[in-house]
Nanobody, 121 residues
Framework: QVHLVESGGGLVQPGGSLRLSCTAT????????MGWYRRAPGKQRELVAA???????DYTPSVKGRFTISRDNAKNTVNLQMNSLKPEDTAVYYC???????????????WGQGTQVTVSS
């Protein structure tokens, strides 16, 4: 089994910063792409940022220049640095990793439990 645990959410004022982290533990053989998604109230889940195993990154247009995704392969961790936060960034943020375990010879998606980010004055 693989478990993803997120941390770093909370309440912040507009213009502030937060850093989200997500660490995978368990029977991990290899981790491919990693990403952060979010679901705002009344909206569908959207991809916020993604990073490949080679380090290439992609961002949804609304966060480009404000958010930075990074990964630490030695620690099986993905981070999301969020700066210049806006009220419209308020959502539950989820991490996702594409993991090949030591038990089966194929990769599958694994999700974190979600962490609330609230941007409000």
């Amino acid at each position: 089994q693989v478990h993803l645990v997120e941390s770093g959410g909370g309440l912040v004022q507009p213009g502030g910063s937060l850093r989200l982290s997500c660490t995978a533990t368990g029977s991990i053989f290899r981790i491919g792409a990693m990403g952060w998604y979010r679901r705002a109230p009344g909206k569908q889940r959207e991809l916020v940022a993604a990073i490949t195993s080679g380090g290439s990154t992609d961002y949804t247009p609304s966060v480009k220049g404000r958010f930075t995704i990074s990964r630490d392969n030695a620690k099986n961790t993905v981070n999301l640095q969020m700066n210049s936060l806006k009220p419209e960034d308020t959502a539950v943020y989820y991490c996702k990793m594409v993991v090949t375990t030591t038990r089966v010879p194929y990769a599958s998606d694994h999700w974190g439990q979600g962490t609330q980010v609230t941007v409000s004055s």
